[in-house]
């Protein structure tokens, strides 16, 4: 009997572990994994992992309870979906009861595999409503204007508000949660301690719209008898300097949304015996200066330890002589809502590479790094010694800082010593900078090593990209790509970190945003941004060309009244949007930006003749002429009209496409038939005997224009490049143009001549067209233009121009507009994870995609490639070796998902997988001949193949 029992137990728990082959993880709600949300129908995901091969999910089940013991005991008293027949395993929205302010719910997901056996629990997860009316906010906006005490000078910096308050709990706290929303910047701290490590909250808005507020849970952080509770305000982009507008005069060049900043924060308690208490910002609350006497995100910070009030956010201090706080009106036409991106924080920490003192008794450290952030300083000095930061991404031959490229941007950061016997430990909190090198004035001494820290700040975003080869200098161009995104996904994407502009230009945007998915979780970013973009629409339905953008009391762009909207940067609007949805399978983004995106397209619409085709001529009311085309190209223009046309009609195949998924069938078919017609008129009116011709007679002698005086032409490699990438022409024509865009670049000595707009499919239409010998050439040329020359020349980031700096002329540039930290060139990084790696999705979420990857020739110094892409639906692994005789794959295919292998081969005879021929392997579903060899029809697991001579 004992050995039957034995027996039977031993049989269930092996027919059990045979069930438990697949197990649900990384699960998240809106993109997050435990978060505060204020979406009344969140979307749930999770990924999934197994030992074996080919795994499959065929059906699924969600609970939701009220409590964790609920959700322990399998209660899903809030939502049970019951077991749901589909592979989804992303975009699963609640379907439970309605959810209600500060509600915290536990969920967990089971699955079944590919032969309906039923998997175990996933481990719990949970997420926190935030507050969803208006009428769960009792606190007021409060503040202190001290505009009143700023220095006179260039500059207007008063010194930031300090705030307090004190409260005395005769109970235990249980639970407590800070609802914390400003205008401009804050700081806020309990008892000393600061609260949480964001930088930059509440972010930029267009806060006439749209105000975010962020919730923190501080239990810890409260105690029984006396607490103190404190905030220190910078103006942000609430108040604060913006972009350029000192540098072309603008008539208002800060204060363009409200003259000082103010704080709003709801303190929300939860007692051990039930009982609740609410703390919020009102007219009890005082006010004073302290150490911060001057901040802003583009002149810098000063803080003046000498005047810092000991113990200010401590209980206990004495606030006798503090004043009472301002109370401000709630702005009647904004919303608040929860902060839906990631907050911007210190990713990485940098140490001091060399110091070197100049002989002006100034010293010089170098970071070995191009990035965006702040210093933390630790140093002991005596009282009132100053030390002044200025901030520089170059040096001069003369090893001097170069800093005539912030233009108008002070960027200087000023500690003054407090002389205290321990060390002094410091860092700015409402400023950044780009930088690689810090000058620093005001030391008696040769400083320690480490008497400076470099904080690198980001959008704290998941990295998901991985990419390594062999090739030194590709390696150092993808680390480039990833430092310059760090610098620049701050918030908002910014085209630059350091100089009088930071903006979220909507050019740069949309051509880098394929790229930059492949290396961070850019989703909940651009949730947040392309809100901002929707925000700042034109009445006329066009986008802006960047977001947010103030506007003055005309509704014109308060930095320059010129920003208004331009072909290949509005559409941004539409772009990004698609690029969202194509990556992360999110149709409710969609579905929230349709009202705004069919507006622009009717917008497209006025600008195009009868036929659908934007003429030469069409963007003539705006400044500059045509809009910005192809920026920062080199020689001979493209017609801007022409990349308008093309854009059109990318933009109306990109919406038929999201209406089709958004179940809007009537707007899929009218986009779907238009872009056909756009494309028939498209080669009527500008393929001319195989070459794209326009009529130059109408740009005159280019007054008015970008780089007018250089002339325009259809027959470039930015027209080419764009008119392939964007399927705008087919067989036999799109032939052709490979060919044009072929003998363009062999013309100009097999160098590029694209800008912006160019460079973005330039490399991956030369691999469509056969030319993929090409693009590797361009992608490792040092020669001038190139990524590779930029390295040569010791780059550590991307830079604006291709001729940002070179040998022979130096910088040409830094007076007017040179960035050595700007995205828009590192959009090649699409093509190395889409070509090199070879991952290539094939639907929307990458359930099914390609690894196709391009193997270069044997004259190309590039034999070993590896990486992945940690995908909505898990990791996606490529690496290869052709380094010897056998040539070698490894993959990794997620759970759920189906990959099509792409390898060159004479004969299946030659490959083996996981040690077995492809032909009697069972972990191969499918084999199909190709052009170049076969295609591998592969289930989820880890694979080996090889290639045998």
């Known amino acids: 009997m004992i050995r039957y029992v034995f027996s039977v137990c031993l049989l269930h728990i092996g027919l059990s572990a045979l069930a438990f082959d697949i197990t649900p993880v990384n699960l998240r709600a809106e993109y997050k994994h435990n978060p505060f949300l204020d979406e009344p129908a969140p979307r749930l995901s999770w990924e999934l992992t197994s030992d074996k091969h080919n795994q499959y999910q065929s059906a699924y089940q969600l609970i939701v309870a009220s409590s964790e013991d609920k959700l322990n005991k399998d209660q899903g008293d809030i939502w049970d979906s019951g077991k749901v027949s589909s592979s989804r395993t992303n975009q699963i929205e609640y379907q ?166 103010l704080l709003k924060a709801q303190l929300e308690l939860v007692f051990e015996d039930g009982s609740k208490q609410v703390i919020s910002t009102d007219s009890d609350w005082k006010a004073s200066t302290g150490a911060v006497m001057e901040s802003d995100l583009l002149q810098g910070e000063t803080y003046d330890a000498t005047k810092e009030k000991d113990g200010w956010n401590q209980s206990a201090f004495n606030d006798s002589e503090w004043s009472p706080v301002q109370v401000a009106a709630d702005h009647p036409k904004s919303i608040l809502q929860l902060y839906p991106g990631n907050p911007v924080r210190v990713i990485k920490e940098l140490p ?112 998901v990209g991985h990419f390594e080869t062999d090739n030194s200098l590709l390696n150092q161009i993808y680390r480039n790509i990833v430092w310059t995104q760090w610098a620049n996904y701050v918030d908002i994407p ?22 930059a998915a492949y290396n961070s979780d850019i989703a909940v970013f651009h949730k947040k941004w392309i809100r901002d973009l929707n925000d700042a629409q034109w009445p006329n339905g066009a986008f802006p060309i960047y977001a947010p953008i103030p506007l003055d009391k005309n ?86 009209d022409l990349l308008a046309a093309m854009y059109y009609y990318y933009c109306t195949r990109l919406m038929a496409e999201m209406c089709d998924a958004a179940n809007q069938a009537d707007l899929a078919t009218a986009y779907s038939e238009q872009a056909s017609a756009i494309k ?111 390295v040569a020349n010791g780059a550590t980031s991307i830079w604006e121009r291709w001729d940002s700096y070179t040998k022979d002329k130096g910088f040409i540039h830094n007076a007017a507009m040179n960035s050595f930290s700007h995205y828009a060139f590192g959009a090649v990084n699409e093509w190395i994870f889409e070509n090199i790696l070879g991952i290539q999705p094939i639907d929307r979420g990458y359930q099914t995609f390609h690894i196709k990857p391009e193997i270069p020739g044997p004259g190309v110094e590039l034999k070993k490639a590896t990486g992945s ?67 591998l029809k592969l289930g989820s697991g880890d694979y080996d193949i090889t290639i045998r001579p």
């Open 96 to 261: 439970g009861k309605p959810l209600q302010s500060r509600q915290q719910v536990w969920w967990k997901v089971r699955v079944w595999n590919a032969e309906n056996q039923q998997g175990k629990w996933s481990d719990p997860a949970y997420w926190e409503m935030g507050l969803l009316q208006n009428t769960d906010w009792s606190a007021r906006w409060i503040g202190y204007d001290l505009n009143d005490l700023s220095k006179p000078g260039k500059y207007h910096l008063p010194p930031s508000p300090y705030l307090r308050k004190e409260v005395t709990l005769s109970k235990k706290v249980k639970s407590a949660r800070l609802y914390l929303s400003s205008l401009g910047l804050n700081e806020f701290y309990i008892n000393g301690a600061k609260i949480g490590r964001d930088y930059f909250a509440s972010g930029w808005t267009d806060y006439n719209k749209r105000i975010y507020y962020n919730v923190y849970d501080v239990t810890s952080h409260m105690q029984k008898g006396t607490n103190a509770l404190g905030a220190i305000l910078s103006n942000g982009w609430y108040a604060g300097y913006i972009g350029y507008a000192l540098l072309v005069g603008a008539e208002k060049v800060n204060q363009y949304y409200g003259d000082s900043p």
């Open 352 to 463: 001091i590479k060399t110091i070197q003192k100049l002989a002006n008794g100034k010293y010089l450290v170098d970071f070995g790094q191009n990035f965006a952030g702040n210093i933390r300083l630790k140093i002991k000095g005596k009282a009132h010694d100053s030390l002044i930061f200025r901030y520089g991404e170059m040096l001069h031959p003369d090893g001097t800082l170069v800093t005539e490229n912030l233009r108008t941007a002070r960027a200087t950061d000023t500690y003054i010593l407090k002389g205290a016997a321990r060390e002094e430990v410091w860092s700015p909190s409402f400023t950044y900078h780009g930088f690689q090198y810090v000058e620093v004035s005001g030391l008696r001494e040769m400083p320690a090593n480490d008497f400076l820290t470099g904080l690198v700040l980001t959008s704290d975003l998941e990295n």
């Open 494 to 515: 910014t085209d630059c970190p350091q100089r009088d502009e930071r903006l979220g230009w909507t050019g740069d945007a949309q051509i880098y945003i394929r790229s």
């Open 555 to 640: 509704g014109l762009a308060a930095v320059r009244a010129t920003d208004t909207y331009s072909p290949g940067w509005s559409e941004a609007g539409i772009i990004c949007t698609y690029e969202i949805f194509r990556a992360y399978n999110d149709t409710r983004i969609v579905e929230e930006s349709l009202p705004y995106m069919v507006k622009f397209m009717n917008f497209l619409k006025s600008k195009a003749d009868k036929d659908g085709v934007v003429r030469e001529g069409a963007y003539d009311d705006i400044g500059p002429k045509g809009g910005f085309g192809d920026w920062l190209s080199v020689g001979k223009k493209t017609s801007p």
């Open 680 to 790: 028939r008129a498209f080669k009527d009116y500008y393929l001319k005997n195989g070459k794209f011709s326009i009529d130059e007679r109408v740009y005159g002698n280019g007054e008015g224009y970008v780089e007018g005086q250089n002339g325009f032409s259809g027959h470039t490699q930015t027209a080419y490049a764009n008119a392939i990438y964007m399927s705008l022409l087919d067989e036999p024509d799109l032939t052709r143009i490979g060919d044009h865009l072929r003998s363009l670049l062999e013309a100009n000595g097999d160098k590029l001549t694209t800008g912006f707009l160019g460079f973005k499919p330039l490399l991956p239409a030369l691999s469509m067209t056969g030319s993929s010998d090409k693009a590797y050439g361009l992608l490792l040329s040092t020669e001038y233009p190139s990524l590779g020359y930029e």
């Open 869 to 935: 892409y940690h995908s909505i639906a898990g990791r996606i692994a490529s690496a290869w070796d052709y380094s010897g005789a056998i040539k070698k794959h490894q993959l990794e295919i997620p759970v759920n998902t189906t990959a099509y292998f792409h390898l060159a081969s004479p004969s299946q005879a030659q490959v083996d997988i996981n040690g077995e021929s492809i032909t009697k392997s069972k972990l191969v579903q499918e084999i199909t001949a190709s052009e170049t060899g076969f295609i």
